[in-house]
């Protein structure tokens, strides 16, 4: 599968960890980030980058000045990362809505989440399991998660990210690249 990582368990293992056991599997190093803010910024090692070691997925924050930000900041965005990169492989079990997230895709409620909720990352990587599952194809997934395509195609199209990982994974599958709505 080009462009993602599949594991047998796919990314739920990693996203299911609570912060601090997280970040033991992964290497982060500091640096000083370059461009504008002054002095201070290119005398301190204020920015990071932040590798997951099993997953080989890397990411950086250096908008702060505070290399503690920096870090929280780049921490979610690995968990993002690794959520939109790393695919469950179908071969290995059947489809299963995470308990933690199953009150989302409930078919009577609109299929949104807050981008800054903690559960975001285990989200969207049910949404993109799911279309793996169902090889690209959208209303396939739609059905697999218990909802509406309209709903799941409203809740592609919030996010720049996940919409760009979809569209890669439906290139996979030969499919013409949704857009935003």
């Not at 290995?92 to 997230?101: A, G």
């Not at 309209?150 to 569209?167: E, F, M, P």
Request: net charge positive.
């Amino acid at each position: 599968m080009k462009g993602f990582k599949i594991l047998p368990s796919g990314s739920y293992p990693f996203l299911s960890l609570d912060e601090k056991q997280f970040i033991r599997q992964c290497k982060i190093d500091a640096y000083a980030a370059s461009g504008p803010g002054g002095q201070k910024r290119n005398r301190t090692y204020s920015a990071v980058r932040i590798t997951h070691c099993k997953t080989d997925i890397s990411v950086i924050a250096e908008e702060s000045r505070s290399q503690a930000e920096n870090k929280l900041k780049a921490l979610k965005r690995l968990k993002k990362a690794v959520a939109l990169n790393v695919r469950k492989d179908p071969s290995h079990s059947t489809f299963k809505i995470q308990t933690n997230i199953k009150e989302i895709f409930r078919k009577d409620r609109p299929l949104h989440i807050n981008i800054r909720n903690p559960l975001y990352p285990v989200f969207c990587a049910t949404i993109l399991d799911a279309i793996f599952l169902a090889e690209g194809s959208v209303s396939s997934a739609s059905k697999i998660l218990n909802t509406t395509t309209g709903k799941l195609n409203k809740a592609l199209s919030r996010d720049r990210d996940l919409l760009n990982a979809v569209n890669t994974l439906r290139q996979n599958y030969n499919f013409k690249p949704l857009k935003k709505s």
